[in-house]
């Protein structure tokens, strides 16, 4: 990807003329200094990037967005490609080892959670109905920091660039963990100074809202009973015995006395579950095999390596594939 990147560079420098040459005197031109952290936090560390006047303008027009057609820029009726060409566009542009300006992490995010969200059919028809509704920062009092985090996306921003443009970016500042979200590590670093000196007392006080919430969490999952089977064996809960729903054939595996407990209708509600559970992972498998495949040929095309082209094409879609055959059968 530091070969994309470069090879993009050395485009806007060839067409921007003698721009460059310019751009140490131009007042548009900044830099970062001690009012922007380091990544590491530290005094002395590494040293800041600058980044230009249209980078922090790119990023201001992506926090005033309404919502994720106006954030990639094209219209309610896009296509697939239509999407595709937004996002390979705007990730380039707004990848924080390319743009440095304040703010840009999160614009990156609110990028690839738009297209993550309009590319899959399902999430896009939820979010036509309620996603304005959800995003609309006014409504319920959230700050621009938080801007369009209503629909969140079943993949982070980094594993979406990543499928796009076969690599990643070895980022320093950012840390994208489990559940999609980013952060700042020099906002972590500054979180935790200001709360240094405070009162054991003090601490405490602080604390009390999150134990709250553990405790009330713990005692949600404690009433809610998990489901009878697994589509894998999970012998943490019990569940290595396998079966085979009657209609779509699906594996699933339940605890010893399944068969005891879940007979006539209770057990055609829980296979009907399991397929439906089934279903949805395909959809979701056979989403992220398409964008992959799709990455790979446009990174096949962009470079001219028709090696790769080749095995781009090869690559084989088996959620997909499997996918139409339970189509074909639920509807035949």
């Not at 980044?51 to 954030?71: F, L, M, S």
Request: hydrophobic share 30%.
């Amino acid at each position: 990807i530091s070969v994309l990147l470069e090879s993009l560079n050395k485009n806007e420098q060839s067409a921007n003329g003698q721009s460059q040459s310019r751009e140490s005197t131009n007042p548009q031109f900044k830099k970062m200094s001690g009012d922007f952290p380091s990544a590491n936090g530290e005094a002395g560390g590494e040293a800041p990037k600058g980044y230009t006047q249209d980078q922090v303008d790119a990023v201001k027009r992506v926090k005033q967005c309404k919502d994720y057609y106006e954030i990639l820029g094209v219209n309610r009726e896009a296509s697939d490609e239509d999407l595709k060409k937004a996002y390979r566009k705007l990730a380039l542009k707004f990848h924080p080892d390319k743009n440095h300006a304040p703010g840009a992490t999160e614009a990156f995010k609110a990028i690839g959670n738009a297209y993550a969200v309009l590319s899959n059919p399902e999430k896009r028809k939820q979010y036509d109905q309620f996603g304005d509704e959800k995003l609309n920062p006014a409504r319920h009092g959230h700050s621009h920091s938080d801007f369009h985090r209503g629909f969140e996306a079943d993949i982070s921003p980094e594993d979406l660039f990543n499928m796009f443009f076969g690599g990643g970016f070895p980022s320093s500042n950012v840390h994208v963990y489990s559940n999609g979200r980013m952060r700042y590590t020099y906002h972590q670093r500054q979180d935790r100074r200001e709360h240094q000196g405070d009162g054991g007392l003090g601490l405490f006080v602080q604390l009390m809202p999150i134990l709250i919430l553990i405790i009330v969490s713990a005692l949600s999952q404690m009433m809610v009973s998990s489901p009878p089977y697994s589509l894998s064996q999970r012998p943490s809960v019990g569940h290595i015995h396998k079966r085979v729903t009657e209609h779509l054939k699906v594996v699933y595996y339940v605890s010893e006395n399944f068969a005891d407990e879940y007979t006539g209708t209770n057990l055609k509600n829980v296979e009907r579950s399991v397929e439906d559970d089934y279903i949805a992972n395909l959809r979701n498998n056979c989403w992220k095999e398409k964008q992959q495949k799709e990455g790979l040929l446009y990174r096949a095309r962009y470079f001219g390596d028709s090696d790769l082209y080749q095995r781009a094409q090869k690559m084989g879609t088996p959620s997909c594939s499997r996918l139409s055959d339970v189509q074909a059968s639920l509807h035949g």
